[in-house]
C-alpha cells in the first residue's frame, strides 16, 4: 500500500458465477446508494495477478463472502489476505473462523446481514481514520502473520501435513 487516492469506497474482486449471496448483498447495498465494485473472474474479465492487486488497491473497503450460496461450505479465500496486503480494510461476511486468524474490529470488520453491511460501510466511510487505522493493523497483521509460506502452513495443519503433497514442505 503505497497510500494512494482510492476512487471505489467497496469493492469486491470476484468471478461473477455462483456468488448468489455476494449478488444479494450488492443489489442491496446499491439500492441503499452505496456502488460496489465487482470487477474479476477468470473467465469474465481474464485478469491477472497484478490487475487483481490493483483492483484491491483502489478500494477502500473490500467485501469478502466466505459462502457462494445459501447452504454451502464455507471457504478461505485468498481474498483475505490480498486485500490485507493491498491495504484495503476487510469486511467479512460472519466467517465463525474468522477470529481465528484476526481480531474483529481491530484488523477487519465482520457483518451478517445486509443491514449490518450498509450500516458498518456508512459508519466506517463516515470515520476515515478509524477505517484506515482497521485496514493498516489488518496489513500489518498479514505481512507478519501470513506471507504465503506461513499462510499455507497454518491451512495445511488443519488439514494435516499428511493429507498434503509429499515433500512439499520438508
Not at 458465477?17 to 444479494?24: E, F, G, T
Not at 465494485?37 to 497484478?50: P, S, T
Not at 471457504?75 to 474468522?98: D, N
Request: aromatic fraction near 12%; charge should be positive.
Amino acid at each position: 500500500d503505497d497510500g494512494r487516492h482510492r476512487p471505489h469506497d467497496v469493492v469486491f474482486p470476484s468471478s461473477r458465477n455462483s456468488k448468489s449471496i455476494a449478488a444479494q448483498y450488492r443489489a442491496f447495498l446499491e439500492t441503499n446508494g452505496i456502488p460496489v465494485h465487482w470487477k474479476g473472474g477468470q473467465r469474465e474479465d481474464r485478469l491477472a495477478w497484478y490487475d487483481y492487486a490493483e483492483e484491491y488497491r483502489h478500494g477502500k473497503i473490500c467485501l469478502n463472502f466466505p459462502r457462494n450460496s445459501p447452504g454451502s461450505l464455507p471457504q478461505v479465500k485468498s481474498r483475505v489476505t490480498e486485500a490485507l496486503y493491498c491495504g484495503c480494510c476487510l469486511f467479512e461476511h460472519g466467517h465463525e473462523h474468522m477470529t481465528d486468524m484476526l481480531v474483529e474490529g481491530k484488523e477487519y470488520v465482520s457483518f451478517t446481514t445486509p443491514e449490518d453491511c450498509r450500516d458498518k460501510i456508512l459508519y466506517h466511510l463516515a470515520h476515515q481514520a478509524t477505517l484506515r487505522s482497521i485496514a493498516e493493523a489488518g496489513r500489518n497483521r498479514a505481512i507478519r502473520d501470513y506471507s504465503p509460506r506461513r499462510w499455507w502452513s497454518k491451512v495445511f495443519s488443519f488439514v494435516g501435513k499428511e493429507k498434503c503433497v509429499a515433500g512439499m514442505y520438508d
